[in-house]
């Protein structure tokens, strides 16, 4: 171990690592993992690659930035003193508040002190003969540890575009995850946006506003639907808090998480005319109801899914001035609700505004970036600021970035190269003392609640382990095998498992992430719940604890 400050004292015998347990991030989960793993008296360190807390909400902070979640569903629910101290002042937080409230968190239970700031993890390798992990920064220092816990997220890994010249342009440019702290000024700015999916969506929708001229390049659009945001006053604020017990009871009941529900009923089973009034009254309502609330097939049922995407494509053609402009803005290749869906808050209205265009590189494909702006087939274009709104190496990507490697020196990154395998999302078979928190082939959703549950769930095993002398703590093989195998059952029939997005594991932008494949559990978190109830509740005998 390096000699550096804030590395607690040793207190058992020389050959002890410096750590109980490290955690790689410091994030919505990492947060939490601390604070549950500090209970259990570990000495626990936390490697943060950033100078403050907050993961996503730390890095993404581009104009626009928020989330999808009802934010009185997206804060944590482990401490009623914490559900009573803080109000949320949007139902749908921008990441300001949203970062705020992270570091309220951080200080309200002092989670700093076991925070190590700057501190990017760039390898962790198994040692069998002490069942530990070496840990080693991306600046050399390295550590030892019993247990390693990656809360490492699953969109942290940003990827720019493969666009020939990126580097030689002389202007401002920046990925929206690497967005600068100091403001931005777009007034009088010639500015292009590159990617049209959440982020993008956001990000033109706030740049729209102020820029100068803005031209957005758009590959694959998408079925964006209103966000319908609002502030929320001190009265609503209090009932919302009366009602946190059953809030957090109904998201743990629906499949994603999430406040809405599916609909029971069929697509079919209704009149076109009930069936038209339902969706209009989801798409006049705040949030995911429009995709989680909706009818039980639009996800699984080819001709639902064209109804509902009619009607998303009808939604567009109302809201677009332009009528060939609007056919631009129309996904072709997928339907409504087999990518994630983008909220949006004005979105198709900026189309409108004469400070915008829109370029279809379908139609003329950017051929290279230029020291003053973007070359395409049809046209040059100068820029003052080029924005990559490019996406992430999804759910993978942050653990390609490390160099893991289990027992016999075996990488993680080429086990996992024909896609993730593991147990419950949380264990990797050949990783002994590896826990990932919202892992691959873990539910997905609204992440919070996921991630709590995540973190439960892997600090009630080490709880177990310790309670017995137990060191050790593997998946089995044929656990792993099974999990994954049940995963890609799971998705079988769903329409979202023939489209390429990040959630099927395609980036255009790396290389040996072409091919589809089934990166998260699509059974739906009460399933997912059982599932990892009923290993505990056997005592674990589904792992390997020595
Ligand atoms: P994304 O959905 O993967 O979108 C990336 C965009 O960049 C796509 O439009 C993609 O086009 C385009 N692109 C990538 N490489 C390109 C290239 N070489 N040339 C031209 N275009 C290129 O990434 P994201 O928008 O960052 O969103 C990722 C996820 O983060 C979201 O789905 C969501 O889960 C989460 N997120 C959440 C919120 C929220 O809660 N409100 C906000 C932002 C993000 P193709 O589609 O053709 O590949």
Redesign the pocket.
């Known amino acids: 171990m390096d000699e550096l400050p804030g590395v607690p004292e040793r207190t058992s015998t020389e050959t002890a690592p410096d750590f109980d347990a490290v955690v790689i991030g410091a994030g919505v989960s990492g947060l939490y993992q601390l604070y549950r793993l500090r209970e259990l008296g570990l000495r626990v360190r936390v490697f943060e690659a950033g100078t403050g807390v907050g993961g996503t909400w730390y890095w ?1 902070r581009y104009p626009g ?5 009802e934010s009185w569903t997206y804060g944590y629910s482990f401490s009623q003193e914490l559900l009573e101290e803080w109000d949320w002042e949007e139902h749908f937080a921008a990441q300001p508040e949203t970062e705020r409230y992270l570091n309220y968190v951080a200080d309200k239970f002092d989670l700093r002190r076991d925070i190590q700031f700057e501190s990017r993890v760039a390898a962790a390798h198994y040692q069998e003969d002490t069942r530990s992990w070496n840990v080693i920064l991306e600046d050399g220092r390295r550590y030892t540890t019993g247990l390693l816990i990656t809360a490492i997220g699953v ?1 942290s890994a940003a ?1 720019m ?3 020939p010249g990126v580097e030689t342009f002389q202007g401002q440019s920046c990925h ?2 690497y967005w600068p702290k100091e403001p931005v000024c777009f007034e009088d700015k010639r500015v292009a946006v ?9 990000t033109i929708t706030e740049v729209a506003k102020t820029a100068g001229h803005l031209t957005v ?4 659009p ?1 079925w964006c639907a209103p966000l319908h945001n609002a502030k929320i006053s001190k009265e609503e604020m209090n009932r919302i808090r009366a009602d946190y017990p059953e809030i957090f009871e109904r998201c743990q009941e629906t499949f994603g998480c999430f406040i809405h529900a599916t609909d029971p009923r069929s697509t079919f089973e209704v009149t076109p005319e009930e069936r038209e009034a339902f969706w209009e009254k989801l798409y006049s309502e705040p949030g995911f109801g429009i995709w989680m609330g909706n009818f039980r097939d639009i996800l699984v049922d080819r001709e639902a899914n064209k109804l509902i995407s009619d009607f998303l494509a009808r939604k567009i053609r109302q809201r677009i001035k332009d009528p060939a402009v609007a056919e631009k803005l129309i996904p072709k290749n997928h339907g409504f609700g087999t ?2 869906v ?2 949006e808050s004005g979105y198709f209205e900026i189309y409108n505004q004469s400070n915008v265009n829109l370029v279809d ?1 379908n139609e003329t494909p ?1 051929e290279c970036i230029t020291p003053s702006g973007i070359k395409t087939g049809g046209a040059e274009y100068e820029f003052d600021i080029i924005i990559y ?4 190496d ?1 759910i993978t990507g942050a653990f390609d970035r490390i160099d893991f490697r289990g027992v016999d020196g075996v990488s993680l990154k080429e086990k996992w190269q024909d896609g993730p395998q593991t147990f419950l999302g949380i264990l990797v078979d050949g990783f002994p003392n590896l826990l990932m928190v919202m892992g691959p082939h873990a539910g997905l959703g609204n992440f919070p609640r996921a991630a709590e549950y995540s973190a439960d769930w892997v600090t009630g095993l080490i709880r177990f382990a310790r309670e017995r002398g137990l060191t050790r703590i593997e998946a089995t093989t044929a656990g792993a095998n099974g999990w994954t195998d049940h995963v890609i059952a799971a998705s079988e029939g769903l329409l979202f498992a023939e489209v ?3 959630m099927t594991g ?4 790396v290389e040996g992430k072409q091919v589809r494949r089934i990166m998260r559990y699509s059974g739906g978190h009460p399933a997912f719940r059982e599932r990892c109830e009923a290993v505990a509740a056997d005592g674990y005998r589904e792992l390997a604890l020595a």
Request: glycine share 8%; no cysteine.
């Open positions: 993404n930035a928020r989330f999808d979640s969109l990827t575009p493969t666009i929206t995850h590159i990617g049209t999916g959440a982020t993008g969506v956001q390049f758009q590959r694959t998408q990518r994630r983008p909220l590189i950017i709104a490019t996406g992430f999804a390429d997005s990040w395609i980036n255009r932008n």
